[in-house]
């Protein structure tokens, strides 16, 4: 009897341990954040807006870095606190990654706008495209964070209504 006991033992043990493991979630990543989503739709329509604005304002004082210097200086402030909060998140390094790449890359747009004082049709299309790419890529993994959490809180429910 003991040596049956013996053997049993761990086989109950590790199936103790399974079940305990399947029935916690473990995350590997942040889960999705409304307020990130839509503070960095904010930033993509004003960033669409600043190109836009340049777009039309071609070589004229209107293009010139000085007279678009608060738009860099909003944008990065902004970015600033999206990274901060993200940064503060578990797991969230996927995308504090993302909001970081965004951040660099409207510095460098910044730096050469002021150096250049004014950017031309091509500079801007070229950073329009560039900063599109890291927008597409922020929302591609939010979007996918959103669907994860939402079949996540399915299944959850599925299972709450299947003990009922």
């Known amino acids: 009897m003991k040596q049956k006991l013996r053997k049993s033992l761990p086989i109950f043990l590790a199936s103790v341990t399974l079940i305990a493991l399947t029935a ?9 954040d409304q307020k990130l989503d839509t503070a960095m739709t904010t930033v993509q329509g004003d960033t669409e807006a ?4 340049l777009q039309g304002a071609g070589q004229t004082d209107a293009g010139d870095y000085d007279a678009n210097k608060h738009y860099y200086q909003q944008t990065e402030a902004t970015l600033r ?13 996927k995308v504090a990654d993302e909001i970081d790449k965004l951040e660099k890359n409207v510095e460098l ?3 050469m706008h002021e150096r250049d004082k004014s950017l031309n049709a091509a500079n801007i299309q ?14 591609t993994l939010e979007l996918g964070l959103k669907t994860s959490t ?6 959850a429910a599925g ?6």
Do not use: W
């Open 150 to 155: 939402a079949g996540s809180k399915t299944a």
């Open 126 to 139: 070229g950073d329009r495209d560039s900063m599109e790419i890291g927008f597409r890529a922020f929302f």
């Open 50 to 53: 600043f190109f836009i604005k």
């Open 109 to 111: 747009i910044q730096q």
């Open 24 to 32: 916690c979630q473990v995350h590997f990543i942040a889960p999705y």
């Open 159 to 164: 299972k709450a209504q299947a003990r009922k």
């Open 81 to 93: 606190t999206l990274l901060t909060r993200a940064q503060a998140t578990p797991n969230s390094a």
